[in-house]
């Protein structure tokens, strides 16, 4: 039998040990900031670009594929999604998720679309000016707002206005983040979640729900996240019974989503969705709690060959991030006693002294992270929590 050939549209390079155990050989569109030597010494083929562009980016998946046919396209990444899509589909081959893509990758479509079906009620708006913005926060009663970009990722450009005086100046933070108009929504009060899920020829399975730590209003960047969630049966089963509904109505095929949520005192409301791997290392921690591989399975899924064996490896999981702003590093210490910590899995530390650090604007601002597990959620917390603390960083203000 010939071997299977898939083609990568971005990402971070953690697929590449998953085709690796499936036997499966690869060709990779990579973006400059994320070439790695491993992708282009180990690639059929290789081409450093933005894939954002979907001229470039067909012109040269038809080139290989005329030359090298790929069995499959595939992506995990925000902004390669689309491209993968389009991509399978002017191929014939499989991993055409377009629905899904294009109803999830533009958040004003996700709520039109939970708003026909009567699913998740969130107000909201798409608004040009920040007067049109005032005027909607007046309508709902002068209550908190979200500002967001419509097609945006990563957490950028998103903040919370709780008057209009505030909504003047964040919307001006949204705009650095985007050329086009705002997406502007009543802000859910309740502890927020994500739940991973993968679906089959359109049949969907809750793989792992998760609870998310972020940082202080206005801002929305995620500082920590732990597995299992700590919840009661019909909490989980309303999370859950939400998610699968919403992955019906967008036509999911086959694959993994990531949804994001919170549970409101009337319910779980759907904050947004996209169809890839959660990131911060939560399709790692839901692999290590529920056992279920999310690339591996979309790559066995998508190329006809056995799924690989769920081996849960932990209990439960926890990551904290680095997340320090508007500082100068001065000295770091306790890297390597916070790595030899109880439960600590992997320890990433990129502070250093002599460092500046800005705002803490959106993920990609975070310093490293350092993941654990333990015997429950609880103890996982504990556990990331007491390994980030020993690493002792003296700061000075920044200039």
């Not at 999604?81 to 998720?97: E, H, K, T, V």
């Not at 009567?118 to 913005?133: D, Q, W, Y």
């Not at 056995?306 to 100068?328: H, K, L, Q």
Request: charged letters at 25%.
């Amino acid at each position: 039998m010939a071997q299977k050939h898939v083609l990568l549209v971005g990402g971070p390079g953690s697929e590449l040990d998953k085709l690796e155990k499936l036997g499966v050989r690869y060709s990779m569109m990579q973006i400059p900031e994320r070439v790695s030597e491993r992708q282009f010494a180990n690639a059929s083929h290789y081409a450093v670009m933005d894939y954002r562009n979907l001229d470039e980016v067909l012109a040269v998946a038809k080139a290989w594929h005329s030359v090298d046919p790929f069995d499959a396209v595939a992506s995990f990444t925000e902004y390669g999604l689309y491209p993968a899509s389009r991509c399978a589909r002017a191929l014939g081959i499989p991993g055409d998720n377009l629905t899904a893509v294009e109803l999830t990758r533009d958040k004003t479509r996700t709520r039109e679309l939970l708003d026909r079906h009567g699913l998740s009620p969130v107000r909201h708006r798409l608004c040009g000016t920040p007067l049109e913005a005032v005027r909607f926060m007046r309508e709902l009663g002068e209550v908190p707002v979200v500002l967001k970009p419509r097609d945006g990722g990563l957490s950028e450009g998103v903040f919370l206005a709780e008057t209009e005086e505030e909504l003047a100046e964040r919307w001006e933070w949204t705009r650095r983040a985007t050329d086009g108009p705002v997406l502007v929504e009543e802000f859910l009060t309740g502890p927020e979640f994500s739940v991973e899920s993968f679906s089959v020829g359109g049949r969907h399975e809750i793989a792992a729900v998760t609870e998310k730590v972020i940082t202080p209003m206005p801002r929305f960047v995620e500082t920590g996240h732990q597995v299992p969630a700590r919840l009661d049966d019909a909490t989980r089963a309303a999370i859950e019974g939400c998610v699968t509904e919403f992955l019906t109505l967008i036509e999911q095929k086959d694959g993994p989503v990531h949804t994001e949520l919170r549970l409101t005192a009337a319910g779980p409301r759907l904050i947004e969705a996209q169809t890839r791997v959660g990131g911060d290392q939560i399709w790692e921690m839901c692999e290590m709690v529920s056992g279920v591989d999310l690339m591996a399975e979309t790559f066995a899924t998508l190329l006809g060959l056995p799924r690989p064996p769920r081996t849960p490896r932990a209990a439960a999981a926890a990551i904290r991030f680095f997340s320090y702003e508007d500082v100068r590093v001065v000295g770091v210490d306790g890297v390597a006693e916070a790595g030899d910590a109880p439960g600590v899995v992997r320890l990433q530390c990129e502070l250093e002294p002599g460092r500046e650090l800005g705002a803490l604007t959106s993920s990609t601002a975070r310093q490293g992270y350092v993941l654990c597990t333990g015997e429950d959620t609880d103890g996982a917390v504990a556990n990331a929590e007491r390994a980030r603390d020993l690493v002792r960083v003296k700061t000075e203000p920044a200039r």
